[in-house]
């Protein structure tokens, strides 16, 4: 079975989907299969494209006037025919650039193929650098992973530690998985607790709640060394 997709990028009637929309038709796409947005390609929201991708089942054919009706970017359009061909669905380009691209066809598998490449090319180029990043992070005593959240006993540690004039908000942050912005987000520079952490204390903190103002690092604690009481 064809499904068809249609694209114009300006709703204001300058463009219309007429010749791509006759296009379809010729190439033998059933008039009510043909799916169409009008909007920029570069918008994340198409709706016609997302139901178009939703209803095309294995064995059918994507039908395309042109490759860039499809894609965002190069990236997007690569991850999306690498989709397409892991469930089995065909593609077929009219007209383009992109216009020796039928799987139905020898030249057009090859075509489609070497989407595939491309699209593990990138997701190694993507591994390596990730493996790469954590090494580096690793090396600066770092560890990968999202932030620690902050939770009673995070919290009553950091109120020790900060209450120590010589220690660094910098280093007692990393000390326990935080960001300096997550510290003094619940922390004042003296080791009292803002309106954030005493939620915490009081047991009526609700995640994200933290206030949007964030303060400003009192001025020398940045020269305080680290040293945690009883930690």
């Known amino acids: 079975m064809l499904i068809g997709y249609v694209r114009v990028s300006k709703a204001d009637g ?10 379809m ?14 909007a920029s390609g570069r918008r994340d929201n198409r709706p016609g494209l ?23 970017d ?17 593609l077929k380009v009219l007209a383009g650039a992109g216009a020796q691209i039928d799987t139905t ?5 090859l075509a489609f193929g070497i989407f595939a ?7 190694e180029l993507i591994a390596e650098r990730t493996k790469a990043g954590l090494a580096a992070a690793r090396a600066r005593g770092r560890m990968g992973g999202r932030p620690r959240k902050m939770d009673r006993a995070t919290l009553m540690m950091a109120m020790s530690a900060m209450a120590d004039r010589k220690s660094v908000a910098a280093e007692v942050a990393a000390r326990l998985g935080l960001t300096t912005t997550t510290l003094y987000a619940y922390v004042n520079g003296d080791g009292t607790p803002k309106a954030a952490g005493q939620a915490v204390l009081d047991g009526t903190h609700r995640p994200g709640a933290v206030a949007k103002t964030r303060s400003r690092p009192p001025q020398g604690s940045r020269h305080r060394s680290f040293e945690t009481p009883g930690v």
């Open 25 to 38: 038709l010729a190439a033998g796409v059933d008039p009510t299969r043909i799916y169409e947005d009008l």
């Open 50 to 72: 997302a139901a178009c991708l939703k209803a095309i089942q294995p064995g059918n054919t994507l039908v395309l006037w042109k490759l860039d009706r499809l894609g965002r």
């Open 74 to 90: 190069l990236r997007h359009l690569v991850n999306t025919v690498e989709d397409l061909r892991t469930r089995g669905i065909g």
């Open 117 to 123: 490449a491309f699209a593990e090319f990138e997701r």
């Open 14 to 23: 300058t463009q219309t989907l007429a010749p791509q929309r006759d296009a």
């Open 105 to 109: 066809t020898a030249n057009g598998r």
